[in-house]
C-alpha cells in the first residue's frame, strides 16, 4: 500500500549498516517510483530448457546417479523454465527409479505419454484414420493417464510443428527430442491453417474435459473432428471470405435461413388446412 511504503521509505533513505533488504514482486509496475529509485533492480526471467538439463546433469553426476540424457531433457521441459520445479521432479523420480533414470521410467512417473504415441497420433491424424485414434486413447485410459495431460502435449507437439512451418525453427519443438526428418514429415502432412485450428480445438477440448462429467466422450469427439479437418470448417469456410462476419456470426445466419424456412413450411400447412377443409364441406 502506499502508506507501507511511506513508512519504509524513511528506513530506506537512512539504512542502518548492518541491514540489506531484498523485495521480490510480480508487480514491479505498482512499486513507487521513490523506493526504486533507491534500489539495484534485477528482473528474473525464465531459465532455458538447455540450462535446466545442464544443471540437472550436474546434479545426477554429482549424485552418482545413471541416467539417460533424453530422461534429463524430458524433466527439463516439464520444469516449463524454473529450477526449482526441475529440481524437486528429478528428486521425486530419482527416489521412485532406483538410482536408474530412464526416458520410460520419467514419462511413467510424469503421467506423459511420450513421443512415441504423439507420433503414432500424428501419423493417425494424417492418415484420418478413426479406428486407431479411439484405440490409442482407449489405451490411455486402460493406462490411467489424465485426459487434459494428453490434450496439453499433444497441443505443445503441434505448436512446435506450427514453428517449424512458420519459420524453419526445429529448437521450436522443444517438448520432445524430435529429430529434424520427423519434424520435416510430420510438419509436411499439414498446412499452416489446419495446424492453427487443430491447437484451437483441443485448447477448446481441454476446456470440455475440465467441466465435462465424461471427459472421454470429449476428447474422442475433438481428436474425431480433427481427422475429419475438412468436413468440421466447411461450414466455417463459406463465411471466411466475406468481410465483417465472424464464423460464430456466419453459424448464426445458417441457423437463421433454416429456421425461415421452417416457419415457410408451417405457414403454408395452415393457410392450407382450411381451404382443404372447406372443400370437403
Not at 45 to 54: A, E, L, P, Q
Not at 159 to 172: C, N, S, V, W, Y
Not at 249 to 271: H, N
Request: glycine content about 6%.
Amino acid at each position: 500500500t502506499t502508506e507501507a511504503f511511506n513508512a519504509l521509505l524513511k528506513t530506506l533513505e537512512e539504512p542502518p549498516p548492518h541491514v540489506v533488504f531484498i523485495m521480490a514482486t510480480t508487480e514491479a509496475h505498482k512499486v513507487p517510483a521513490t523506493i526504486q529509485s533507491r534500489c539495484q533492480r534485477y528482473d528474473f526471467k525464465r531459465i532455458t530448457v538447455d540450462d535446466i538439463f545442464g544443471r540437472l546433469k550436474t546434479v545426477a553426476d554429482d549424485m552418482e546417479i545413471s541416467y539417460d540424457d533424453e530422461a534429463l531433457r524430458m524433466i527439463a521441459v516439464k520444469a516449463d523454465g524454473g529450477m526449482r520445479d526441475a529440481l524437486s521432479l528429478l528428486d521425486q523420480c530419482i527416489a521412485l527409479s532406483e538410482q536408474s533414470l530412464t526416458l520410460a521410467r520419467v514419462q511413467q512417473l510424469l503421467g506423459l505419454v511420450g513421443k512415441e504415441w504423439l507420433d503414432r497420433m500424428i501419423e493417425a491424424i494424417q492418415g484420418r484414420n478413426a479406428a486407431d485414434v479411439l484405440e490409442m486413447v482407449n489405451e490411455l485410459i486402460q493406462s490411467g493417464k489424465d485426459l487434459q495431460q494428453v490434450l496439453g502435449e499433444l497441443g505443445m507437439h503441434f505448436r512446435g510443428l506450427m514453428i517449424f512451418k512458420a519459420a524453419g525453427l526445429i529448437d521450436g519443438v522443444e517438448y520432445y527430442a524430435s529429430d529434424s526428418d520427423t519434424v520435416k514429415k510430420q510438419a509436411a502432412g499439414f498446412t499452416q491453417e489446419q495446424i492453427v485450428w487443430i491447437i484451437r480445438r483441443l485448447h477448446d477440448a481441454s476446456s470440455e474435459v475440465k467441466w465435462s462429467p465424461q471427459p472421454r466422450i470429449a476428447v474422442e469427439a475433438a481428436l474425431l473432428e480433427i481427422c475429419q479437418w475438412e468436413g468440421a470448417v466447411k461450414d466455417q469456410s463459406a463465411f471466411r471470405d466475406k468481410p465483417g462476419i465472424s464464423i460464430d456470426e456466419g453459424r448464426i445466419a445458417q441457423l437463421e435461413k433454416k429456421l425461415a424456412q421452417v416457419m415457410g413450411m408451417l405457414r403454408q400447412g395452415v393457410s392450407a388446412a382450411p381451404a382443404d377443409n372447406r372443400g370437403k364441406r
